[in-house]
């Protein structure tokens, strides 16, 4: 039964097959179709997962340039959006630069604040950045500006401005604004004074006076009204470095005032002529009004006066002195009809009265003695211009050393003379010695005694008169030394001319000042050359 359903069963299949034996080929047919084209869509896929990587990473690009894109539209349009804004902000530059170079320096100060808030916050931005290097060359740029209108002749107002926007733009401390500001006005005062011409010591120095007195109080008073000296009302902090800003002001004032006082001395040695006593007093002047600003300095000018006056009057006594050698040199002692007539006696002269000053007329006698005598009082009167009481030693002393010198050239000539004298010629030497000792001394001292008057120079020792004998020679010359070089020559006399005996009531006669101008001997034409008499006028 079971080899029956079996045997069935395959015949059923059979013709099941014979039957349906196309459908079974068409179902194999599509099958190898099939399976073919898996392969292709196997082989599709494995170039497709080949390509997935770079198909990734484009897309990741595509996606990231997008955004980029993105960004940078939203950049523009913001940028569309704030056009205005930052087209302010790129020509704060431009802006700058026009205003310092236009004096707007207020705009200028307020520019430079907002860049410095614009740094302080967005310091990273290279744009910013290179804006705020710009506007640091235009700072600079204004304060050079501002430095060099300080150089200038700028009024209060103008300096209060200037100093003000300096301490605004906080680049100097208290101590450099200060020293900043002297040296600026200092070099405009040296620019006024460097074009003084220097030709005529006297125009030069007046010139001067004139230009510091005036300019010189000026820049003080600027800097008075602009800075403080006051002390400051909270205490340094312990460890901070403190300047005393009061001494560099009064620094600067004692170097101009000592700057001043070298020009004066340097052009006074130069030679201002017969004007010493105006120059004095626009020195004091000058002195007095910077007393009101606490920088009297009138107490040193008094030295350089006397240096200067001492040192004119030492050198014409030395020309003087020149000239006598050179007269004696040439000199003939002459029996002129005045002298023969008082070969034995002595012709009586007009008795001089005390406290004048008229010159022994005697002296004519004797040209030498004269034109000597001449430049004596031509020095005298110079002096007399600037004739402070400290000078009475160093005139007294020079004036001594000259008539010392005098005496030896008296001397010289007598030994290179002595031996072709003839009596009358001895006579007439004599005479000129007696005249030089007797006569020439004694005027010199009452010339010495109005120029420094005994009283006078008692008070400033602070001593009585009577005693200023004790000093030694203040205010007349010592005649001993010149009597004992000349004793031998002389003849003897019961009393002999000395200052501290004879006429001393009349040598201190008080005068308070000298003529305007020293009487001058003339000797005759027939005793003196026409050169010694053009000397002389």
């Known amino acids: 039964r079971l080899a029956e359903e079996r045997a069935q069963l395959l015949q059923q299949t059979r013709d099941l097959a014979f039957a349906n034996y196309k459908t079974f080929i068409r179902g194999a047919e599509c099958t190898e179709r099939i399976h073919r084209l898996f392969g292709d869509v196997e082989a599709s896929l494995g170039r497709l997962l080949d390509r997935l990587p770079s198909f990734q990473q484009s897309c990741r690009n595509f996606v990231q340039e997008a955004e980029e894109i993105s960004s940078n539209r939203r950049m523009n349009t913001l940028t569309l959006n704030r056009h205005t804004e930052i087209l302010e902000i790129l020509e704060i530059p431009q802006l700058m630069d026009t205003c310092v170079r236009n004096s707007y320096y207020e705009e200028a100060l307020e520019l430079a604040a907002y860049v410095h808030r614009l740094e302080r916050k967005y310091s990273t931005i290279p744009v910013i950045q290179g804006i705020v290097n710009e506007v640091r060359q235009s700072m600079q740029l204004m304060l050079s500006q501002m430095i060099q209108q300080l150089r200038t002749n700028v009024q209060l107002p103008a300096c209060l401005r200037v100093i003000g926007y300096l301490r605004r733009m906080d680049v100097f401390t208290e101590a450099e604004l200060r020293v900043k500001f002297l040296q600026a006005r200092d070099a405009w005062l040296r620019s006024i004074l460097t074009a003084i011409p220097s030709d005529d010591p006297y125009f030069h120095i007046t010139k001067t006076i004139e230009a510091c007195r005036v300019h010189l109080f000026d820049i003080i008073t600027q800097y008075r009204a602009i800075f403080s000296d006051e002390d400051p009302l909270l205490p340094p902090a312990v460890g ?72 004119t009057f030492q050198k014409a006594i030395q020309e003087a002195v020149e000239k006598f050698q050179d007269e004696m040199n040439s000199y003939t002692l002459i029996s002129a009809p005045a002298i023969l007539g008082s070969s034995n006696v002595p012709a009586p002269m007009p ?164 003529p305007a101008e020293e009487p001058s001997l003339e000797p005759p034409a027939a005793a003196c050359p026409e050169s010694e008499a053009a000397e002389m006028e």
């Open 351 to 514: 008795a001089t009265q005390p406290g004048t000053l008229q010159p022994p007329m005697v002296l004519l006698d004797f040209p030498p003695l004269a034109c000597f005598l001449n430049s004596i009082l031509v020095a005298f009167n110079d002096l007399r211009l600037c004739c402070p009481v400290a000078l009475a030693q160093n005139v007294t002393d020079t004036l001594e050393d000259a008539l010392a010198k005098v005496t030896k050239i008296i001397l010289a000539f007598h030994r290179a003379e002595e031996a072709a004298f003839s009596s009358g010629e001895q006579e007439l030497f004599i005479q000129f010695c007696t005249v030089f000792l007797e006569d020439l001394f004694p005027y010199l001292n009452r010339c010495l005694q109005v120029l420094f008057p005994p009283a006078q120079i008692a008070q400033t020792l602070g001593i009585p008169p009577a005693q200023l004998s004790k000093y030694g020679n203040l205010g007349h010359v010592n005649v001993d030394m010149v009597q004992e070089l000349l004793a031998f020559i002389l003849p003897k006399r019961e009393t002999v001319f000395s200052l501290d005996q004879g006429p001393v009531p009349e040598l201190m006669a008080p005068a308070p000042e000298l």
């Open 240 to 311: 901070e470095h403190t300047v005393n800003e009061g001494a560099i002001f009064h620094g600067w004032v004692l170097q101009k005032v000592s700057q001043f006082l070298q020009v004066l001395e340097a052009d006074l040695c130069r030679g201002i002529g017969g004007r010493l006593d105006s120059l004095l007093g626009q020195c004091m002047y000058f002195g007095l009004s910077f007393s009101r600003v606490g920088a009297d300095f009138r107490g040193q000018l008094a030295p350089v006066f006397q240096r200067v006056a001492i040192t």
